[in-house]
C-alpha cells in the first residue's frame, strides 16, 4: 500500500485515477489546482505523486519545481497527453507516461518507481 498524490486540472481523469489506485490498496489525495496548501501535503506524506503539469494549453514547470522544493526526495511520475521532448525538467521526474484510457503502463511505472531500493528503505 502507497499513499500516492495525483494532480490533474480535470476532474474526470483525477476521479479515475483516484478510484483505480484505491482499488488495489493505496490511500490517494487528489488536487486539482497548482494553488493547494503544502501543509495538506505534508500531513498526508505521499510516497509518490502523479503530475499533470501540462495546465491549460502550457508546460507549468515552477509547480513541478516547488514540489521538488517542498519535498525533494519524493518519487515524481509525469501523466500527460503532451511529451515535452528534450526539456531539462524531464531529468527531475521518476517517470513519463501518456495519458491513456488503458493504466498498465501507468500502474507498471507506479510499481517500478516504489519498488527502487532507496524508497523501499525510506518507506
Same mark, same amino acid.
Given at each position: 500500500m502507497a499513499k500516492i498524490l495525483i494532480f490533474d486540472e480535470y476532474p474526470s481523469?483525477?476521479?479515475l485515477l483516484a478510484e483505480e489506485?484505491?482499488?488495489e490498496g493505496n490511500v490517494v489525495l487528489s488536487i486539482g489546482q497548482p494553488e493547494f496548501r503544502w501543509e495538506e501535503i505534508a500531513a498526508f506524506n505521499p510516497d509518490l505523486?502523479?503530475?499533470d503539469i501540462f495546465i491549460r494549453g502550457k508546460f507549468r514547470w515552477e509547480f513541478l519545481e516547488e514540489v521538488r522544493k517542498q519535498d525533494p526526495p519524493l518519487p515524481i511520475i509525469i501523466y500527460s497527453? /503532451? /511529451?515535452p521532448g528534450g526539456d531539462p525538467h524531464l531529468d527531475q521526474i521518476d517517470g513519463f507516461i501518456?495519458?491513456?484510457c488503458f493504466l498498465d503502463e501507468?500502474?507498471?511505472c507506479i510499481a517500478n518507481v516504489l519498488r527502487q531500493p532507496d524508497l523501499a528503505a525510506s518507506m
Open positions: 481523469i483525477r476521479n489506485l484505491a482499488g505523486a502523479i503530475l497527453g /503532451y /511529451y501518456l495519458k491513456s501507468l500502474k507498471q
